[in-house]
Structures are given as C-alpha cells and as structure tokens.
C-alpha cells in the first residue's frame, strides 16, 4: 500500500510542478487545462475508505 500512496503522491507532484513550471514561464494556463487533473484528485479521494 505504502508503494501505491508514493506512486500517487509522484504522479500528483510531477502535474503540479509542470502546471507551476508553465506559469512561471509565463504561459497561460487555461482552466480546461486544469480540468484533467481535478478529475483525477476527485476521483483518488473518492475512492479512498470512508471511516
């Protein structure tokens, strides 16, 4: 389990720190850019236990 939860915490750094690398650039980030990766925080807490 301890492996999945880092695999998951590198892959939600490594879209943060792109979209951040993306806009200290100066690029603009539109927000159906963003909506990928909501979907994708939406759909892990989802399915984490409900206790």
Same mark, same amino acid.
């Given at each position: 389990?301890?492996?999945?939860?880092? /695999?998951?915490?590198?892959?939600?750094?490594?879209?943060?720190?792109?979209?951040?690398?993306?806009?200290?650039?100066?690029?603009?980030?539109?927000t159906?850019?963003?909506? &990928?990766?909501?979907?994708?925080?939406?759909? $892990? $807490? /989802?399915?984490? &236990?409900?206790?």
């Amino acid at each position: 389990m301890a492996e999945v939860m880092q /695999n998951l915490a590198g892959t939600f750094a490594a879209h943060k720190q792109e979209v951040e690398g993306r806009w200290q650039s100066g690029e603009d980030v539109a927000t159906e850019d963003l909506r &990928p990766a909501l979907r994708h925080y939406r759909t $892990f $807490f /989802n399915r984490l &236990p409900k206790t």
